[in-house]
């Protein structure tokens, strides 16, 4: 089960002082934790979580493409470096990781 409620975000290092990567990773947070559409003016804004539904590969290919784009839109300042998918066999969970290179 690829589990997207709270993924865990790191920032590479880079020349940004240090004010600016906190505030970057504060709107990252808040991008990847809401769900898309639950944003009344901006339903677009957040991970679109339906891609869980689909077998665990495709799913995953679909939410790195989410990743990209939606960090893209919403945090010009960052780029998605990669994203890294950490299984934890005691539950069953994978959970994505994204490396964030700051612009």
Do not use: C
Request: hydrophobic share 40%; charged share 30%.
């Amino acid at each position: 089960m690829i589990d997207t409620s709270k993924p865990e975000i790191e920032i590479l290092p880079g020349t940004v002082h240090d004010d600016v990567r906190i505030e970057i990773f504060n709107n990252l947070q808040v991008l990847y934790a809401t769900q898309a559409g639950e944003l009344a003016l901006d339903r677009d804004y957040g991970i679109d979580g339906l891609s869980v539904d689909y077998p665990q590969e495709h799913a995953k290919a679909m939410l790195t493409a989410e990743f990209v784009r939606k960090t893209q839109r919403y945090e010009p300042r960052a780029r998605v470096a990669e994203v890294e998918w950490k299984t934890d066999s005691e539950n069953g969970k994978i959970t994505p990781k994204v490396v964030i290179e700051l612009v």
